[in-house]
């Protein structure tokens, strides 16, 4: 998508709230100077370029509007899904409101919508202008598969972390200390927490181009967390959790801290059921 | 590996220079010197105004009380003297990010206590971004890092360790592994040695991130603190022990940072800059108690 269309996806005022200045553009190589510190995270997803345009009205807090043109849904998704801590669907595929912003993602784009501070009408202008910006964009993206094989008994929805980019393997927990699992660009991986008794257990999907860099990806994981194979691929870690994995396929999986060995049996069934 | 003449002279340069520091400030600025680094948090609620700013008269009083507990000197004014000689050129590398940016009153204080310690004002430099080109900051003897604490997208937590990002013009190398080696920022030559004193600001820190800014009022709570101590990384690992323990309370969960913020460790086991294992740091608290998190 090219700059003029990112404009278009946006309103030129609402309700008297008018654009400041000239709308910015970010790429590849210039969004480190607009999201200092936070650009990595769009580009490990996979990033074209951002419009950001701010909108002012006289006696109100200004208004900050970002529309980031992630190139595919999958990538919108899952900058959607890093960080979200409620599912609400108030605007495009999915959103998430706080205290003066409006967060959500349609089709290839991810969307912010702020004010640093809150008014009732600076509120009533961020869902407008959300709204406006939700309408723009005519068509839908497809949620990752490999999300849709989560079984949903005990899932913790807002907990659902989409990505294909390794660091992510860290996501939950300081786990991996190095991309044991060859997590690249071509792969489609899933975090998910369950609720259980005890502590939430959390589950690792994670879909491969082909079965041969899946057992690759295997191998070279349970040569690091399952050191005697032998013995099984279910074991207790340090904490007394149970830690499981298996390979199906194309699909890897592995549950962590779960709390009963049982528990991450049942858990594993389900995917391979399903 | 054989050595020219020139490395030879070089090294002997570099230890002299090593030798003249060691001798003109206290022991405990060289964290490793000592088995245990020691770490102050100081807190007073009072310190927030009603507008959310700090009170300079309050953050003054802790500020003094923090000083004067970590050098053992009882009178802040010589205390400052311990650590910052008036012949110093002194840089007090600050942290401009517009969501939480260091407070303005806290980089008045120390520039007067720097200036209290015979330091000339054309000597001084309060900055952050474009240090490289700042004359203070190119010519600094000393450097005093003060920043807020908050999480952060890609390398966990915006630390005391991070904030001498801006020393190097290619930010982006030290970005591999989740910025696992930012350590290595402190052995550039422009850093190197020059650290006296480290502030993280605790007055109101971020404990959580979303949207492309990572900032939300939601996830910023009153904490009323600052953390001081010589030792950046057993600052930033005590720092980081709060943010995980108020995730812990905020999400009714352990919930540790995303990514983790790596490099603190690696700051100690990797780079041997400080100490990020708890049991090698000694925490003095000062001040209000509730809501401590630790």
């Known amino acids: 998508m090219n700059s003029k269309s990112l404009t278009e996806l946006l309103p030129a005022e609402h309700s008297g709230w008018k654009t400041a200045n000239e709308d910015n553009f970010y790429d590849n190589e210039s969004l480190y100077n607009y999201i200092d510190g936070g650009a990595e995270l769009y580009l490990s997803y996979g990033f074209n370029k951002v419009i950001s345009r701010n909108y002012i009205k006289p006696g109100q807090p200004e208004i900050r509007v970002d529309v980031f043109d992630m190139i595919k849904p999958r990538n919108a998704y899952g900058v959607y899904t890093h960080s979200r801590e409620k599912i609400e669907h108030n605007f495009g595929q999915g959103s998430q409101t706080l205290i003066g912003a409006v967060l959500f993602w349609k089709d290839m784009y991810y969307v912010s919508v702020i004010s640093q501070s809150e008014t009732d009408e600076v509120t009533k202008a961020i869902y407008g202008i959300a709204r406006i910006i939700d309408s723009s964009i005519p068509g839908e993206g497809k949620i990752p598969g490999v999300v849709k094989l989560l079984p949903e008994d005990n899932l913790v929805a807002e907990s659902v972390t989409y990505f294909h980019h390794p660091v992510w393997l860290n996501y939950f927990a300081w786990l991996f200390e190095d991309n044991y699992l060859n997590i690249t660009k071509e792969t489609s991986a899933v975090w998910a927490k369950y609720e259980t008794t005890r502590k939430r257990a959390m589950l690792l999907l994670v879909q491969y181009p082909d079965e041969h860099t899946a057992r690759l990806g295997f191998n070279s994981f349970t040569k690091y967390f399952f050191p005697n194979p032998e013995n099984g691929l279910i074991t207790k870690d340090i904490n007394g959790r149970w830690l499981s994995s298996r390979l199906g396929g194309k699909l890897f999986v592995a549950i962590f801290n779960a709390p009963y060995k049982d528990f991450a049996i049942a858990l594993m069934d389900k995917i391979h059921n399903s | 590996m054989k050595h020219s003449r020139r490395d030879w002279l070089k090294l002997s340069f570099l230890t002299s220079l090593a030798g003249y520091f060691f001798f003109q400030f206290p022991g405990k600025l060289f964290a490793k010197e000592k088995d245990k680094s020691e770490v102050i948090l100081i807190r007073d609620k009072e310190v927030l105004k009603y507008d959310g700013n700090p009170d300079k008269s309050i953050l003054s009083d802790m500020m003094d009380k923090a000083i004067t507990t970590l050098t053992g000197i009882n009178n802040s004014s010589d205390a400052w003297k311990s650590i910052i000689k008036p012949d110093d050129i002194v840089g007090i590398k600050s942290n401009e990010w517009s969501h939480l940016p260091t407070p303005e009153a806290l980089e008045e204080i120390l520039k007067e206590r720097v200036l209290n310690a015979g330091v000339r004002e054309q000597n001084i430099s309060v900055r952050d971004r474009g240090i490289l080109k700042d004359p203070v900051f190119q010519k600094s003897t000393a450097l005093i890092n003060v920043r807020p604490m908050r999480t952060h997208d890609w390398s966990g937590a915006g630390t005391l360790i991070k ?13 591999p592994d989740t910025c696992a080696d930012l350590a290595k920022l402190w052995k550039l030559p ?33 904490y009323y603190g600052l953390l001081v101590g010589f030792d950046s990384v057993a600052v930033d690992s005590v720092g980081v022990r709060i943010l995980e323990n108020k995730r812990k309370e905020y999400f009714c969960e352990e919930r540790p940072l995303n990514p983790p913020a790596k490099h603190i460790l690696l700051a100690d086991t990797r780079h041997k800059l400080g100490n990020a294992n708890p049991e090698k740091i000694k925490l003095v608290t000062i001040g209000w108690k509730e809501g401590i998190l630790l």
């Open chain 2, 190 to 222: 422009e850093v190197a040695g020059k650290t006296r004193l480290n502030i993280l600001v605790m007055l109101t820190p971020l404990f959580h991130g979303t949207g492309p800014h990572h900032f939300n009022k939601e996830y910023i709570w009153n």
């Open chain 2, 163 to 175: 904030n001498y990002i801006v020393f190097t013009k290619k930010p982006w190398t030290y970005h």
